[in-house]
Each structure stands twice: as C-alpha cells, then as structure tokens.
C-alpha cells in the first residue's frame, strides 16, 4: 500500500484507535489518516494523540478519503450507510470491522454495489496482539486486498477466507476467544484462593500462567497437544488434573460454548441485516 492512500474511519473507539495506532506505529503519516466520529471529545483526543484530521460529518471524511473503515457499533451501521449514499463513489474502497453485518446488507444500506471487505479482529489488536479474518466480496480486487491487509496487519496477524459464512465461526473463536480465557484466567484465581492463597498472589499467578502457556504456543514449533503432553507427567499433578477436566466433558464444553457464540453471530446477522 502506498502511503499516499487516503484512509478514513467512521468510528474512533477502541478498534478504531486501534488501527489507527497501528497503522501510525508502522510509519504510515498520520496526515493521510481521517477519522470521524459523533463524540467530539473523542475526536480531540485522537487529533491531540496522533495529529489526524477529525470530521463530525461522516460524508464530508468520505468525500476526503479513498479507503473507509466503518468501525461502528452494529446497532448504527444501517443509519450510518444511509447517511453515505450521497457521498460514496464507485472507486471508494469499505472495509467493515463491525461484528454481525452481512456484506451485501451494507451494499444495500450504502444503495449500490461496492468493493468491500467484511472482517472480524478481537480486542488484544487494541495491543497490537490481535487476530483478523477477512472476506472480499467479487468487487475487491487484488491490489485492493493488499491495501486491507496492510492495513489490518498493523494490530496482529490477518488471513482471507473465501466464504463469508466462516467470519460467523471466525467471530466464535477469536472474536469472542478473549473473554475465554478472562474466564480461565478468573476461575484459577477464585481456585488459588480457596486453595488459600492471598487475592493478589493468586491473580499473578493466574494471569501470568496464561500469559506464559501462549507465549510458549506462539513460538514453539509444537502444536498445543505436544506441548501440553509435554508438561503432563504420568501420574503427576497436572494428569489428575486433566483427567478431572476430561471427567467432566471439558472438550465438549469448549464445542458447545463455540456453537453457541457461531449460532449467535449468525442470529445476529440476520436480525440485523432485515434493517431497511
């Protein structure tokens, strides 16, 4: 992606910022970064913090701009395509970070047919730790997905899939994943306290646990089965406690809770999409 791209986003919460962040922390000039956005304090805070150009009409950034990033709570994205009708063009390229929303529905709610990318990042991208997938719809060309990359890029790692039914199963894994571990993450630590360990000592323990497995993850060379085989002495500590886990159907726990945030996302799409 050249750095002469003009890139806006509707939205400067916390994936917005984000990827602005990123995308600054990359060496991208913050002079071809826009953002809009109906918090005005907001958007003082992110010219103060990064020296964008802010907007209150999000149809004046677009008119600035030749990449827009709707990063917008799902419940008001019908009403901010509506508000772009009159302003978008047929070479402005839309790429979606909001959860939920069919990219044909944002077609719709935009009146045409547009080159347009629906993806799904998660929360540690406001870290630049994140995980993205991305769907092009027929309209995105090749020089088109480079730009999406790079710039999703910017706050973790990014992939394609070519079904867009698959960012519903994306949104249940990593979309939703973080809260996953939050929740192991705060059930060791009520345990260690019962265990009788002080409150302060326990969440250490627990947080960095988590932390340091998922390092070991990332970087080893093995998959998660070797490594946790791997610290599981036969008759040890952590085999009775994977033995109490898998006494209790853990595995199909994990399937039952990621078929329902899977069976969510696409309710979700679907009553949000009937919007008109």
């Known amino acids: 992606m050249q750095n002469k791209t003009l890139i806006g986003f509707i939205g400067a919460g916390n994936m917005g910022y984000a990827l602005i962040k990123g ?64 302003s978008i063009k047929p070479n402005h390229l839309v790429i979606s970070i909001v959860a939920g929303i069919r990219a044909n529905d944002i077609n719709r709610w935009l009146g045409g047919e547009f080159a347009l990318v629906r993806s799904m990042p998660n929360t540690p991208a406001l870290m630049q730790q994140g995980i993205t997938g991305m769907f092009a719809n027929k309209l995105v060309n090749d020089e088109q997905k480079t730009i999406v990359t790079t710039i999703l890029s910017t706050v973790g790692q990014c992939f394609w899939v070519k079904e867009e039914k698959l960012i519903d199963a994306i949104t249940a894994i990593s979309g939703s994943g973080p809260a996953y571990f939050f929740l192991l993450m705060q059930s060791m630590t009520q345990a260690a306290i019962a265990l009788g360990l002080d409150k302060e000592a326990a969440s250490a323990l627990s947080v960095q646990t988590s932390y340091g497995a998922s390092m070991m993850a990332v970087k080893s060379e093995e998959d998660p089965q070797t490594l946790r085989r791997n610290v599981t002495s036969p008759n040890g500590t952590t085999q009775a406690a994977i033995e109490s886990f898998q006494d209790q159907n853990f595995e199909g726990i994990v399937a039952t809770a990621t078929r329902a945030a899977y069976d969510k996302a696409h309710e979700i799409s679907i009553e949000l999409g009937e919007k008109e």
């Open 23 to 86: 995308l600054i922390n990359s060496g991208y000039p913050s002079e071809n970064i826009k953002a809009s956005d109906a918090n005005e304090e907001l958007l003082q805070k992110r010219n103060e913090e990064f020296g964008i150009n802010v907007y209150i009409d999000n149809a004046e950034l677009l008119k600035a701009c030749d990449v827009i990033v709707l990063a917008v709570k799902p419940q008001v994205l019908n009403e901010v395509c509506t508000g772009l009708r009159d």
